[in-house]
């Protein structure tokens, strides 16, 4: 919204302050402070020089503070305005207070280093934590800035102005800084009623990205610190493609979009006053998809050689990725990498196009050698990486561990722990980074993470014959277009256009039974669009040239999210591609991914309906046991047979009969407190799937509920007894008026 300054001085003073404002049009004398005084200074701190007024003195070059060699560089729009120097010195002072003596009416200005209050000088300060005072005050933040220039080390601060209208002839109370040693003392300013200064101009960033297709909205907030009420407002484009302002040019806050498509833009808005004082702020836009770019945020390698055996630690600060013979020993490493994507998470946009960088430090010279990349499932993914061993390491066969100098291949995985095979790729040749093709399964791995942090799994097949190192951040060049060292997760954040989430998920196996395929559509691009898909399947891998990618038709415009298949075409040890594309009727069309799955032999889903219970002793009547009713649901394909059901006990403080144990449902009769883990495997003779139940037995209900990690004290329940009863009121009465031993002052 657009103030002028009579907007603000008319709601402090009223009548007759109109007038006088009106009277004093086109004024060229600045002088208006008369005086200052200082209170509560700190000897031998901030006393050693007293604040000086300087008559219409704030130009470059001046002096700024009385106890620094200081000088203004950018005095800009204040330019020739009354200031007080004030002391540097002054900033650690908790007590200051400043007495600023006014001979009339006008705005005073408070001049606030950038830093204060978040260390940030190329953003306003935050003043609300370490100078309230300001805006309980009446100071309101302005678009004027001024730089303090340091001979000494050639660098320049800037400060931000807040202003606080002045009715008349007065004295104005001014306090504390106090924030850190590196910041400089606020200075005080004034201009007299009837000075015109150029409007100011605030909420117009400097710089701002946007996806293409959409818009940047603008919320300018101007305010007109002189005489003239009839100021005038101009939107241009002074380079890139076509861009519209909405509603129009001209108006305070705009909405701007871009048809010009994908590219670097420069647009500015004048502002100019009645006498002509103008303002001018410039936004370079970059209209592009954001993209991010992250080193690993931790690491750890897990060996299977004489050098890093199944049962040592990682090295303290290297875990690369080897698969390298040095004449001595076999070097054959699997390596875990988190990164922490909490940061580059936005509500309505997803992780598109990721990929990964890396280069080779040793090795590889001669050969062809291979890296597959799998996500520690997210219940499994808070190990702590520093000590991790082979024995304990997730996505990999504990149980036994692996002899030592044995190879490395896919049946070392353990599947329960990890992803669908997320990224491969050819390792590079020795100190070439290598951008790896972009992983649509990577991206879902990433957008169904809900704890902002993963850890992938690096690992190869190849005999160590094909050596090779791919260097932890601690040992790896840096790369020169992020500046980051290691594995790089490379990628974009943006708004999908595009189907997201197959069901079934990307590179899995799935039964010939498999009824139907369902993905997430993308939101409309804006209000009135309507979002159709065509859905493609078949067993070639697709034509990207064709419409049809010269698989299947099995639906053309439909308005769901979700398409049968037809019964009887999916058969056994076979290979399936799919695609959905998106037609949005306003912003057209967006291809699929190609995702794929498999009837080879899908693993059996085990399903527990309670993946973990806390029961206690009496729960069903005894008071010397607990009884556990454990129901689970398994699914399969049964190829290349009828799956087998076997549950074992795998932890308890004591064994526990299971009879039958060759079932699904089962009921457990415990007769000890303490934790109890079984789990449940289907075995189709091929592969096996499992599920683990926890079952925690208590004493009593409120300690198995004190057990869940969920629970929560009810905070009258002053005895934690899970009840709020008599006894926590005896409690508190017990403790009424008691001081807490470590206060030193008496209880009032």
């Given at each position: 919204?657009?103030?002028?300054?009579?907007?603000?001085?008319?709601?402090?003073?009223l009548g007759?302050?109109?007038?006088?404002?009106?009277?004093?049009?086109?004024?060229?004398?600045?002088?208006?402070?008369?005086?200052?005084?200082?209170?509560?200074?700190?000897?031998?701190?901030?006393?050693?020089?007293?604040?000086?007024?300087?008559?219409?003195?704030?130009?470059?070059?001046?002096?700024?503070?009385?106890?620094?060699?200081?000088?203004?560089?950018?005095?800009?729009?204040?330019?020739?305005?009354?200031?007080?120097?004030?002391?540097?010195?002054?900033?650690?002072?908790?007590?200051?207070?400043m007495?600023?003596?006014?001979?009339?009416?006008?705005?005073?200005?408070?001049?606030?280093?950038?830093?204060?209050?978040?260390?940030?000088g190329?953003?306003?300060?935050?003043?609300?934590?370490?100078?309230?005072?300001?805006?309980?005050?009446?100071?309101?933040?302005?678009?004027?800035?001024?730089?303090?220039?340091?001979?000494?080390?050639?660098?320049?601060?800037?400060?931000?102005?807040?202003?606080?209208?002045?009715?008349?002839?007065?004295?104005?109370?001014?306090?504390?800084?106090?924030?850190?040693?590196?910041?400089i003392?606020?200075?005080?300013?004034?201009?007299?009623?009837?000075?015109?200064?150029?409007?100011?101009?605030?909420?117009?960033?400097?710089?701002?990205?946007?996806?293409?297709?959409?818009?940047?909205?603008?919320?300018?907030?101007?305010?007109?610190?002189?005489?003239?009420?009839?100021?005038?407002?101009?939107?241009?484009?002074?380079?890139?493609?076509?861009?519209?302002?909405?509603?129009?040019?001209?108006?305070?806050?705009?909405?701007?979009?871009?048809?010009?498509?994908?590219?670097?833009?420069?647009?500015?808005?004048?502002?100019?006053?009645?006498?002509?004082?103008?303002?001018?702020?410039?936004?370079?836009?970059?209209?592009?998809?954001k993209?991010?770019?992250?080193?690993?945020?931790?690491?750890?390698?897990?060996?299977?050689?004489?050098?890093?055996?199944?049962?040592?630690?990682?090295k303290?600060?290297?875990?690369?990725?080897?698969?390298?013979?040095?004449?001595?020993?076999?070097?054959?490493?699997?390596?875990?990498?988190?990164?922490?994507?909490?940061?580059?998470?936005?509500?309505?946009?997803?992780?598109?196009?990721?990929?990964?960088?890396?280069?080779?430090?040793?090795?590889?010279?001669?050969?062809?050698?291979?890296?597959?990349?799998?996500?520690?499932?997210?219940?499994?993914?808070?190990?702590?990486?520093?000590?991790?061993?082979?024995?304990?390491?997730?996505?990999?066969?504990?149980?036994?561990?692996?002899?030592?100098?044995?190879?490395?291949?896919?049946?070392?995985?353990?599947?329960?722990?990890?992803?669908?095979?997320?990224?491969?790729?050819?390792?590079?040749?020795?100190?070439?980074?290598?951008?790896?093709?972009?992983?649509p399964?990577?991206?879902?791995?990433?957008?169904?993470?809900?704890?902002?942090?993963v850890?992938?799994?690096?690992?190869?097949?190849?005999?160590?014959?094909?050596?090779?190192?791919?260097?932890?951040?601690?040992?790896?060049?840096?790369?020169?277009?992020?500046?980051?060292?290691g594995?790089?997760?490379?990628?974009?954040?943006?708004?999908?256009?595009?189907?997201?989430?197959?069901?079934?998920?990307?590179?899995?196996?799935q039964?010939t039974?498999?009824?139907?395929?369902?993905?997430?559509?993308?939101?409309?691009?804006?209000?009135?669009?309507?979002?159709?898909?065509?859905?493609?399947?078949?067993?070639?891998?697709?034509?990207?040239?064709?419409?049809?990618?010269?698989?299947?038709?099995?639906?053309?415009?439909?308005?769901?999210?979700?398409?049968?298949?037809?019964?009887?075409?999916?058969?056994?040890?076979?290979?399936?591609?799919w695609?959905?594309?998106?037609?949005?009727?306003?912003?057209?069309?967006t291809?699929?991914?190609?995702?794929?799955?498999?009837?080879?032999?899908?693993?059996?889903?085990?399903?527990?309906?309670?993946?973990?219970?806390?029961?206690?002793?009496?729960?069903?009547?005894?008071?010397?046991?607990?009884?556990?009713?454990?129901?689970?649901?398994?699914?399969?394909?049964?190829?290349?047979?009828?799956?087998?059901?076997?549950?074992?006990?795998?932890?308890?403080?004591?064994?526990?009969?299971?009879?039958?144990?060759?079932?699904?449902?089962?009921?457990?009769?415990?007769?000890?407190?303490?934790?109890?883990?079984?789990?449940?495997?289907?075995?189709?003779?091929?592969?096996?799937?499992?599920?683990?139940?926890?079952?925690?037995?208590?004493?009593?209900?409120?300690?198995?509920?004190?057990?869940?990690?969920?629970?929560?004290?009810?905070?009258?329940?002053i005895?934690?007894?899970?009840?709020?009863?008599?006894?926590?009121?005896?409690?508190?009465?017990?403790?009424?008026?008691?001081?807490?031993?470590?206060?030193?002052?008496?209880?009032?």
């Open positions: 919204m657009m103030k002028s300054k009579w907007v603000v001085f008319t709601m402090v003073s007759l302050w109109v007038l006088i404002q009106t009277a004093s049009a086109g004024i060229t004398d600045p002088n208006i402070i008369t005086g200052v005084v200082r209170y509560n200074c700190v000897p031998d701190v901030s006393c050693d020089t007293d604040p000086v007024v300087v008559n219409g003195g704030l130009v470059n070059g001046a002096l700024t503070h009385v106890d620094r060699t200081f000088v203004f560089r950018d005095a800009n729009d204040l330019a020739g305005i009354d200031f007080v120097q004030t002391a540097v010195d002054d900033k650690a002072n908790s007590a200051l207070q007495d600023v003596t006014v001979s009339k009416a006008g705005t005073l200005f408070l001049l606030i280093d950038n830093r204060v209050g978040d260390g940030n190329a953003n306003p300060p935050t003043i609300g934590s370490v100078m309230n005072w300001v805006l309980t005050n009446g100071f309101v933040q302005t678009g004027y800035t001024v730089g303090v220039f340091n001979p000494s080390d050639s660098t320049t601060v800037y400060m931000t102005a807040y202003a606080k209208p002045i009715s008349g002839a007065g004295t104005i109370s001014l306090y504390e800084q106090n924030d850190g040693t590196t910041r003392t606020y200075l005080i300013a004034a201009i007299p009623a009837g000075w015109n200064l150029p409007p100011s101009v605030m909420g117009v960033p400097a710089s701002a990205q946007v996806e293409p297709g959409k818009t940047l909205a603008i919320d300018a907030t101007i305010t007109d610190y002189g005489q003239n009420t009839n100021t005038t407002i101009l939107w241009e484009k002074v380079s890139g493609g076509d861009v519209v302002f909405s509603p129009n040019n001209t108006s305070e806050d705009v909405s701007v979009s871009f048809p010009g498509g994908a590219g670097n833009y420069t647009l500015q808005v004048t502002v100019t006053d009645g006498e002509g004082k103008k303002t001018v702020k410039t936004v370079q836009v970059a209209v592009q998809i993209s991010y770019a992250l080193a690993a945020a931790d690491h750890c390698e897990i060996g299977n050689d004489s050098n890093q055996g199944p049962s040592s630690s990682r303290a600060t290297i875990s690369d990725v080897k698969n390298f013979n040095d004449g001595s020993a076999q070097r054959r490493r699997v390596c875990y990498y988190r990164y922490n994507i909490a940061d580059q998470k936005e509500a309505g946009k997803v992780f598109a196009n990721s990929y990964l960088m890396l280069n080779v430090d040793k090795g590889n010279l001669y050969t062809t050698s291979h890296v597959y990349v799998y996500g520690i499932k997210e219940e499994y993914d808070n190990f702590t990486l520093q000590g991790t061993t082979w024995s304990t390491a997730p996505g990999v066969d504990n149980a036994p561990v692996p002899p030592l100098n044995s190879a490395i291949t896919i049946d070392t995985l353990d599947p329960e722990d990890i992803s669908p095979l997320l990224a491969a790729f050819t390792v590079p040749t020795l100190d070439i980074w290598l951008s790896t093709a972009k992983f399964a990577l991206d879902e791995f990433l957008n169904s993470d809900t704890d902002g942090s850890v992938l799994m690096f690992i190869t097949y190849d005999p160590e014959s094909c050596g090779f190192e791919i260097c932890s951040p601690s040992h790896s060049r840096t790369e020169t277009e992020t500046g980051l060292k594995i790089i997760l490379r990628g974009n954040v943006a708004t999908p256009t595009w189907a997201t989430k197959p069901n079934p998920a990307n590179n899995t196996s039964s039974r498999l009824a139907q395929l369902s993905w997430t559509n993308p939101a409309p691009s804006q209000e009135g669009a309507v979002i159709t898909c065509d859905v493609f399947l078949g067993t070639t891998e697709p034509n990207l040239l064709a419409p049809d990618y010269g698989l299947t038709t099995l639906a053309t415009g439909i308005s769901g999210n979700s398409v049968a298949i037809p019964s009887g075409m999916l058969q056994v040890n076979t290979t399936y591609y695609v959905v594309d998106v037609h949005d009727s306003i912003a057209g069309t291809r699929g991914f190609v995702w794929t799955f498999n009837t080879n032999n899908m693993i059996p889903l085990v399903e527990l309906e309670k993946p973990s219970q806390y029961i206690w002793l009496g729960n069903a009547g005894d008071p010397a046991t607990a009884t556990a009713v454990i129901n689970t649901t398994v699914t399969d394909d049964d190829f290349p047979q009828p799956y087998t059901l076997l549950w074992e006990q795998l932890s308890g403080p004591v064994t526990v009969p299971i009879v039958p144990n060759n079932v699904e449902d089962i009921t457990l009769v415990l007769p000890q407190t303490g934790t109890y883990v079984f789990r449940l495997s289907a075995d189709d003779g091929s592969v096996i799937g499992s599920a683990s139940t926890l079952i925690y037995v208590g004493t009593s209900p409120c300690n198995a509920a004190q057990a869940k990690p969920t629970y929560v004290q009810i905070p009258a329940d005895n934690n007894d899970c009840f709020v009863d008599m006894a926590d009121l005896a409690e508190f009465v017990s403790r009424w008026l008691e001081c807490n031993a470590s206060m030193e002052a008496p209880c009032r």
